[in-house]
């Protein structure tokens, strides 16, 4: 089994939000095709995005409609309404800024806020909405306060006194003779659960990504479980784990699993949580997360507990038959077994480790008894002296001998 510096439960913070900030990118990204954004738009907000990808999400939603034209900033002061529209929006977005909201997150909020207004007809497309935001934050359009009244109005660069200019204060004022129509129809926006639908299936496959490879799952195992994933997988793998994805086969078989009576018993464990877990309805890599989750609570203290890989692992091979879950006679207990081997005591986890502890000699102490100081001493028996001098001369080296 290979080393990981790192697993899902301790990722540092960055990594995490760097996770976070790709996601909630291509959430920015479906939200801005919901409402018909243009490619320009879209990629000054997020990013630089491929051309199928954002034709392929709004063809998701309006079909083969095609985006608005650039406006000029003459087009937000040309009628009454479009003058009242562009101070409205300006209105709700200085209200906004103190809110703390995203940049794309803003602007929907307030395209949003906008449309529960009563608007013109047409209604300013989100594209529209932000080039007029560009526009008075880069001083092309400005705005000032009617002395009479007090409202909030956009104005030219060149107009001057917002009063004659008024919407409010001035109720029959009177259009430009000439009036710029729109040059796209109105859009339709898709219902909420038809955004989200798009957002799971876009969003779905890269949270399994990330959260697979912080459980140190391969990317040919990432590609798997979320399709297409699986070159994100291994740019995650440094960033997350901080180390290269590993290359080649898995280094294991089936014999990995029954070489020690501990892999048996947490081999049966993830079969039996499979099927538990299978059997709710999770599959795919919710299944699998949810058992890699169960597992390393159950077995966290263990000392050698298996990795992502060889959980899925036995899995497989319990599958394809070439392991399977049996149930002990005398002890009712769950293993595993490969396909060609016999149950027994001899296979059994539990019946091995019972008969072990029977085998194993008890412990003996040794007492040592110490004299103490007021212990009688034992007079010799009678003869003794003699017998000890008699041994003693029997002991002797004849060749040194002094008898005569």
Not at 47 to 58: F, H, L, P, R, Y
Request: glycine content about 6%; hydrophobic content about 35%; aromatic content about 6%.
């Amino acid at each position: 089994m290979w080393r990981l510096q790192r697993t899902t439960i301790e990722t540092d913070a960055q990594h995490t939000q760097d996770i976070a900030k790709r996601i909630s990118r291509e959430v920015d990204l479906v939200h801005l095709c919901a409402r018909g954004a243009r490619m320009p738009t879209i990629r000054g907000l997020i990013g630089q995005v491929s051309d199928t990808k954002i034709k392929e999400i709004n063809q998701r939603f309006h079909g083969k409609r095609k985006g608005p034209k650039t406006r000029g900033t003459g087009y937000y002061t040309e009628t009454v309404d479009r003058r009242r529209d562009s101070s409205v929006i300006i209105s709700l977005y200085r209200r906004l800024q103190h809110a703390g909201l995203r940049e794309v997150a803003l602007y929907v909020q307030l395209h949003n806020m906008y449309l529960r207004e009563p608007t013109a007809s047409p209604a300013y497309d989100i594209d529209e909405l932000i080039r007029l935001i560009c526009a008075v934050e880069m001083g092309v359009l400005v705005t000032d306060r009617c002395l009479k009244c007090g409202a909030l109005i956009v104005l030219q660069s060149n107009e001057r006194h917002a009063e004659k200019c008024c919407f409010i204060c001035n109720l029959n004022l009177a259009s430009p003779c000439r009036v710029r129509g729109s040059s796209t129809a109105p859009i339709k926006f898709p219902a909420p659960e038809k955004i989200q639908e798009v957002i799971d299936e876009l969003v779905g496959p890269l949270k399994v990504a990330a959260q697979l490879v912080m459980c140190g799952a391969r990317p040919q195992e990432v590609g798997l479980f979320a399709p297409g994933q699986e070159a994100f997988a291994r740019k995650l793998w440094p960033v997350i784990l901080g180390q290269p994805a590993p290359q080649g086969p898995h280094p294991f078989t089936s014999c990995f699993y029954i070489e020690k009576r501990e892999r048996r018993c947490h081999a049966a464990y993830i079969i039996k949580t499979f099927l538990r877990l299978k059997n709710n309805g999770l599959q795919g890599g919710d299944l699998f997360l949810s058992l890699y989750r169960c597992y390393l609570s159950a077995f966290s203290k263990s000392s050698e507990t298996l990795h992502f890989s060889r959980i899925r692992g036995i899995v497989h091979f319990y599958l394809q038959d070439e392991m399977k879950l049996v149930r002990c006679d005398d002890c009712c207990g769950s293993y595993m077994i490969l396909a060609d081997e016999l149950p027994g005591d001899q296979t059994c986890p539990i019946c091995r480790m019972v008969a072990h502890a029977e085998k194993a000699e008890p412990v003996t102490v040794k007492v040592q008894v110490m004299a103490t100081p007021n212990q009688l001493a034992v007079p010799p028996l009678p003869g003794a002296s003699k017998r000890l001098r008699q041994e003693k001369k029997h002991q002797e080296n004849p060749r040194f001998s002094t008898a005569i």
